[in-house]
């Protein structure tokens, strides 16, 4: 470890504040995304400047590979996701609190039906966040350990600070590294587990390029009569009647190209992805969220839910290409008459939600 400011060179101390503030990249199927802390804005404005010299570089990498292979780079450009607003701040704290409440109607007569009045569970809660919504799902007298894991230090650290007990722990711990499972191991032999009797993974897949290495990487650590429960977003089931104007199936449309939004049809490729990777007793426990008529609180709730962070995501991106200026231009402009057309009382809304539960392979 390095104390910055024995740094005595100005430039070398940016340089070296610049990598610290560069949490992690991901690689998505449009795109390149770098998440970057943006607390000191002469920081966060110079990694800005040093993503323009990386997508160049990136341009000219793709045209060689077009041209002199018979190979194509499907992401087009690489975008920066700030690490203290998406994560962190208190809109998106917000967001998450109405979608736990508003999920929860759909969620909890799974976790019931799972748990079958049995005691002295483990669970595993895989991509945590900050823990209070796996605290808030799983806060009953059926566990005897609950393990939360994220790959953000910070929102462990959060967790660890307010909501550990005899029951819950969290640790820092990134499914996707290369030394994941030796991670995980050494941490249930700190807790005294050999497997669990529930893996659960909320939101996760459709944010990461291989899902298929995170339901490999679990699958070993599933108990024998143990279950997955995956739950994913599926805008291919997602509908609003009326939509006479097209406004919430443009609104679907340019969600799709989000690429913080992730990979939004993720929940109807998961019986496929779940069945490749070994998973057995694959069942489809829901689809979608509804709402209708009168039911002004749940229509708040869906409309905040999944749309209230697309001009945000839109107000950042356009900012780096020009490719979404469009899209943001049609959100600021139909964004209040969609929340008043969703929200109405004539109105029908199916957010496609998809909740799997499955077993994995007995393991020799």
Not at 107 to 123: A, C, D, F, H, W
Not at 222 to 243: H, Q
Not at 313 to 338: A, H, I, M, T
Request: net charge negative; with cysteine.
């Amino acid at each position: 470890m390095y104390d910055v400011e024995m740094i005595d060179n100005e430039y070398s101390r940016l340089e070296f504040k610049k990598h610290q503030a560069i949490r992690q990249l991901s690689i998505n199927e449009d795109s390149l995304i770098m998440i970057a802390d943006r607390s000191d804005e002469s920081v966060y404005q110079s990694i800005l400047d040093l993503k323009e010299k990386l997508n160049q570089t990136f341009q000219e990498c793709k045209k060689v590979v077009r041209e002199r292979t018979p190979y194509r780079i499907t992401q087009r450009d690489i975008l920066i996701q700030p690490y203290n607003s998406f994560f962190l701040e208190e809109a998106e704290v917000k967001r998450l609190a109405i979608q736990g409440r508003l999920l929860s109607e759909y969620e909890q007569p799974v976790y019931q039906k799972i748990m079958n009045e049995r005691s002295g569970l483990t669970l595993l809660d895989v991509g945590c966040n900050n823990g209070w919504k796996t605290k808030m799902r799983f806060s009953n007298e059926n566990f005897k350990k609950i393990i939360g894991i994220d790959c953000l230090r910070p929102l462990i650290e959060q967790a660890q600070k307010e909501l550990e007990d005899n029951v819950f722990s969290f640790y820092t711990c990134n499914v996707m590294d290369t030394d994941f499972t030796e991670n995980l191991r050494q941490i249930m032999r700190q807790e005294n587990l050999d497997t669990f009797d529930i893996i659960h993974c909320s939101f996760l897949l459709m944010h990461t390029e291989r899902p298929d290495d995170i339901l490999k990487n679990l699958r070993p650590f599933l108990a024998r009569d143990g279950k997955l429960i995956v739950i994913e977003a599926d805008d291919m089931e997602s509908c609003m009647f009326p939509d006479s104007e097209g406004l919430f199936q443009k609104f679907l449309e340019i969600l799709l190209n989000d690429p913080y939004a992730g990979k939004r049809t993720m929940g109807a490729e998961l019986p496929q992805l779940l069945s490749d990777n070994g998973y057995t007793d694959i069942h489809c426990e829901c689809s979608k969220v509804y709402s209708s008529g009168s039911e002004k609180e749940k229509k708040e709730q869906i409309f905040e839910t999944f749309c209230s962070y697309l001009p945000e995501d839109l107000l950042l991106l356009r900012k780096q290409s020009k490719l979404y200026q469009r899209d943001w231009e049609w959100v600021n402009q139909n964004f209040n008459k969609l929340h008043k057309q969703m929200t109405n009382d004539e109105s029908t809304i199916s957010m496609g939600i998809k909740i799997y539960t499955c077993g994995g392979e007995t393991y020799a």
